[in-house]
Every structure is written in C-alpha cells, then in structure tokens.
C-alpha cells in the first residue's frame, strides 16, 4: 500500500510540475491574487471554523469585499460561503460538507465574461490521498449589474489548486476546463472538457474545439493525446456537465 501511495505522489507531482497540454498554448488569464486568509478556529468553544479575507476598492465604486468560509461541527450536511460588501452581509451560499475549508487557494479576481465588472475564483481541497489530493470543488461568483453574484460549482481535479482558464476563440470570453480520470478496458485517462459560461448559464463546447481529450496515466509524464481510443469514441466519455455543479 505504502509503494501504491508513493507511485500515485510522483504521478500528481509530474502533472503538477511538468504541464504540457494543448490548450496551455492559447492565452491564459491575467489573475489579481489575494492570499491574506484569515483562520477563526472556535472549534473548541463555538463548534465552528471560519477563513475569511477581504478585498478592499472591490467594487467600480470602491466598496470592500469580503468571502467567508465556515464550518460548523453541528452540521453534518453543509459549509456555508457568506459574501459581505462594506461588512454587510449580502449574499449566503451552501457548498458540500466534505470541503477541506482550512485547504483554499488564493482568490483570484477577473473579468471572467467579459461584462466589465470583476468576478471572483477560489478552490478548496475535497480532502484524499494519492491522486485524489488533487481533487478540489471549483468555485466562480460571477458578478451582477446590482453587485451581488452567481455562484457556480463543481468537483474537478486540480493541479497546483487551480487550472487556468483560456481564451480559446479570442473573444475575451475565457473557456473552463475540467479534468476527470476515466477508466477504460483496465487503463486510466486524463479526460479534458471545454465550458463556456454564458448568460448565467455552463455550456459545453468541447464540439466546437475537437474536445474532449484525453491522456493516458502513466508512470511518467504524458502529454500525447492517446491513440488507443478513436477521437469519436472518446466523445463517450466527455462530460456533458462538470461533475457536481451547483449553480445559484
């Protein structure tokens, strides 16, 4: 088992490492990070854990923004990610409770649609060993015209706690892409799906772009589209939504 931990560690570290795939090509967005998370753990007199960070001049208008994530010991079903705009409270959204919230990344501000005003990323671990430690619930608010946001989820693999989105067409409209392990006839594979979101709604355009794709998982880096399943066989095994996604 120790030997099977170990081989499933340098995989996730190769893939993390040594990035080479097609899309990573095309243009990438231009992220403002912010990492100034700070931990309230009051889990041993409150039950709770809250990781909150605050964005100051967020807002065309300069209003702060503020994230938190918290926990609570009493609830077995959800976490819960409140959205504060000048430390009042405007927005409250649920998330899975397998969320590993003392696991996120940094947020990462952006036009993501290109509609002029500044949406918000972060992923937080889903908590496993091996490979799964790459295993992270994606998180976008994108924002309205009145200041608030709609959140979109998902579960995806993630390297380095985030995959960086592309603008595969140009049009300032960044693409997402997710990235599944699919099983077939006893072999792993790296499958890769293209999403748009566009009106407030994910939609799939891997058709448009010759996707999916998908890599087999070996014991060393691999970054060749695989030649053991046919291009129109692996549109079986695309992802017509992302695993999990929620949303509101």
Known sequence: MKRLYLRLFFLAFYICTKAQYPFELLDSVKYTKYSNWIEYDWQKTKGALHRTLTIKDFYNNHDSLTIQLST????????????????????????????????????????????????IKLTVSLGSVGLGELRRRVIYFFQTEIGNFKKMSFNDFVPNLNRVERDFDKDGNFEIITMALTNYKEHNYWTFDIFKYINGNLIN????????????????????????????????????????????
């Open 72 to 119: 609570y010991e009493k609830d077995d079903n959800y976490n819960y990610i409140r959205i504060f705009r000048n430390k009042k409270e405007i927005q409250k959204f649920t998330e899975p409770r397998e969320l590993a919230i003392s696991d996120i990344s940094p947020v990462f501000i952006l036009d993501f649609n290109k509609d002029g005003l500044k949406d």
């Open 205 to 248: 355009v891997d058709d448009k772009y010759g996707y999916p794709l998908m890599f087999q998982l070996l014991n060393k880096p691999n970054y060749k589209v695989t030649d053991k399943i046919s291009r129109d066989h692996m549109n079986e095994f695309g992802l017509k939504m992302p695993d999990g996604l929620d949303i509101k």
